[in-house]
């Protein structure tokens, strides 16, 4: 089975830290934007169903429920669809059921109101915690949070705080995001101008292991490097990215994969309205490239990587540096995943 993900490119405000493909909502039509979105469908549908459908962003909840359901309506399992609190309510949340979603990610990011002013969230804390309960009300039984370490102004204390305070909601998810400054964005001005600072790496160590020590409490299993579920409940959608299991994504800026070939479409909105079937480009991977890619994705989650795909000589260096699963894959053990980029590097070809 393959999955679908639907790009929603609109947000009200751009947060200070993203540097995902989306723009303002003003002078838009939802309307045109989901009919190019049912022409790309028409045109490169890789499956009659989909095992997971995930409507990300931007923000999905930027759109009318009535627009999505379609979408929703093309597979049996996980339906996604990301939303920020300032959209949730009573009426919100039963239109996104009706549609068809049968799960949420809600992007909250901290319980600290002057960390979420610092990354321009338009939210407060009270209104995420408040959207939350409003979603339970409502009738959604899988609701994931996220949550980004590191943020300017946050220390281990605040950490804590926002994740005691997020996991005593109970949600069945969470993803825990170590901040990254990417170029382009306001944040990564700020830090090159010395308006801010970046989080002492002591600091964000002790995040990681809190992060870590509080979700096992809660009963969480850590199944990939920023994502945590309680068991049977892990992203369906996500796990089939990191399964190399086909999914077709729409929009523009979203990627595909048909089982041999990745393709993306250009991160340009115009030119998708203009010609949403045809935009995509083949992305031509080198089989080196490849093997890359799967190892790089495999080190990543808690199921790791297979003893098949390496040389004698790279098995050495994974039975020295890297831990075992009881299915004998090869795995970065919780603690050093903070280094996994150091660690993963020599696998590289
Ligand atoms: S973090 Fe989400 S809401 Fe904020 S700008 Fe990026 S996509 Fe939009």
Same mark, same amino acid.
Not at 297 to 303: C, E, F, S
């Given at each position: 089975?393959?999955?679908?993900?639907?790009?929603?490119?609109?947000?009200?405000?751009?947060?200070?830290?993203? !540097?995902?493909y989306s723009g303002p909502l003003r002078g838009f039509a939802p309307e045109a934007?989901?009919?190019?979105?049912?022409?790309?469908?028409?045109?490169?549908?890789?499956?009659? /169903?989909? &095992?997971?459908?995930?409507?990300?962003?931007?923000?999905? &909840?930027?759109?009318?429920?009535?627009?999505?359901? =379609?979408?929703?309506?093309?597979?049996?399992?996980?339906?996604?669809?990301?939303? %920020?609190?300032?959209?949730?309510?009573?009426?919100?949340?039963?239109?996104?059921?009706?549609?068809?979603? %049968?799960?949420?990610s809600m992007g909250v990011q901290s319980l600290i109101d002057s960390e979420l002013?610092?990354?321009?969230?338009?939210?407060?804390?009270?209104?995420?915690?408040?959207?939350?309960? *409003?979603?339970?009300?409502?009738?959604?039984?899988?609701?994931?949070?996220?949550?980004?370490?590191?943020?300017?102004?946050?220390?281990?204390?605040?950490?804590?705080? /926002?994740?005691?305070?997020?996991?005593?909601?109970?949600?069945?998810?969470?993803?825990?995001? /170590?901040?990254?400054?990417?170029?382009?964005?306001?944040?990564?001005?700020? #830090?090159?101008?010395?308006?801010?600072?970046?989080?002492?790496?002591?600091?964000?160590?002790?995040?990681?292991?809190?992060?870590?020590?509080?979700?096992?409490?809660?009963?969480?299993?850590?199944?990939?490097? /920023?994502?945590?579920?309680?068991?049977?409940?892990? &992203?369906?959608?996500?796990?089939?990215?990191?399964?190399?299991? =086909?999914? #077709?994504?729409?929009?523009?800026?979203?990627?595909?994969?048909?089982?041999?070939?990745?393709?993306? %479409?250009?991160?340009?909105?115009?030119?998708?309205?203009?010609?949403?079937?045809?935009?995509?480009?083949?992305?031509?991977?080198?089989?080196?490239?490849?093997?890359? !890619?799967?190892?790089?994705?495999?080190?990543?989650?808690?199921?790791?990587?297979?003893?098949? #795909?390496?040389? !004698?000589?790279?098995?050495?260096?994974?039975?020295?540096?890297? *831990?075992?699963?009881?299915?004998?894959?090869?795995?970065?053990?919780?603690?050093?995943?903070?280094?996994? !980029?150091?660690?993963?590097?020599?696998?590289?070809?």
């Amino acid at each position: 089975m393959a999955g679908l993900y639907v790009h929603i490119p609109f947000c009200r405000h751009k947060c200070a830290y993203c !540097d995902f493909y989306s723009g303002p909502l003003r002078g838009f039509a939802p309307e045109a934007y989901a009919e190019a979105l049912r022409r790309e469908l028409d045109a490169r549908s890789i499956a009659d /169903s989909y &095992s997971s459908v995930y409507i990300g962003g931007g923000t999905p &909840s930027t759109m009318p429920s009535a627009l999505l359901a =379609p979408f929703f309506s093309l597979s049996g399992g996980e339906r996604t669809i990301e939303v %920020n609190p300032e959209d949730v309510s009573a009426q919100t949340a039963d239109q996104w059921l009706r549609a068809g979603a %049968n799960r949420v990610s809600m992007g909250v990011q901290s319980l600290i109101d002057s960390e979420l002013i610092a990354v321009g969230r338009h939210h407060s804390a009270a209104q995420a915690v408040e959207a939350f309960r *409003t979603l339970r009300r409502a009738g959604f039984e899988n609701i994931s949070l996220d949550l980004i370490y590191g943020l300017p102004g946050q220390t281990p204390q605040t950490w804590r705080q /926002s994740l005691e305070g997020l996991l005593n909601l109970a949600p069945e998810h969470l993803s825990a995001y /170590s901040l990254s400054y990417e170029p382009g964005t306001l944040l990564h001005t700020r #830090l090159m101008t010395g308006k801010i600072q970046e989080t002492d790496e002591d600091d964000v160590v002790e995040m990681y292991e809190t992060l870590c020590a509080l979700t096992r409490q809660a009963g969480f299993e850590h199944y990939e490097i /920023s994502n945590f579920a309680l068991p049977g409940l892990e &992203s369906k959608h996500n796990s089939s990215y990191w399964d190399s299991t =086909p999914y #077709l994504g729409l929009g523009p800026g979203a990627h595909s994969f048909d089982g041999n070939m990745r393709s993306f %479409n250009p991160p340009n909105l115009p030119a998708y309205m203009k010609n949403p079937a045809e935009v995509f480009q083949i992305d031509s991977e080198t089989e080196v490239e490849r093997h890359n !890619d799967t190892v790089m994705t495999a080190l990543r989650t808690a199921r790791g990587l297979s003893p098949a #795909l390496l040389t !004698d000589k790279e098995l050495q260096y994974a039975k020295k540096h890297l *831990t075992t699963t009881p299915e004998g894959n090869f795995r970065i053990a919780e603690p050093d995943w903070l280094i996994s !980029d150091t660690l993963i590097l020599p696998l590289l070809r």
